[in-house]
């Protein structure tokens, strides 16, 4: 269960405040659009993006180490970071 609770935590967290969430929370003020609705679209393009997350992350698991896939997408997180500090900078 652990692993679980890790992936969930995690994706939830990064999940919070993200561009998706603005998007989808304009999307719940417009009066036209049902709330249902709303929920219902924006929970089945997450699944569905996680379900390509998964696809191709299995796919290079066949093709490089797990450690050097951790390796890239902490350098990966870190020059994002770092991109935003300069925007902030700038």
Partial sequence: MRPI???FIT???AELGDKTQLATLLFATDPAAGKIHVFLAAA???VFSTAIAVVAG????????????????????ILIGIGMLAQLYR
């Fill in 44 to 46: 089945g393009a997450l």
């Fill in 11 to 13: 994706v939830f967290l």
């Fill in 58 to 77: 299995t796919a290079l698991a066949g093709l490089v180490s797990p450690t050097i896939l951790k390796g890239a997408a902490g350098v990966g997180f």
């Fill in 5 to 7: 609770w890790t992936i």
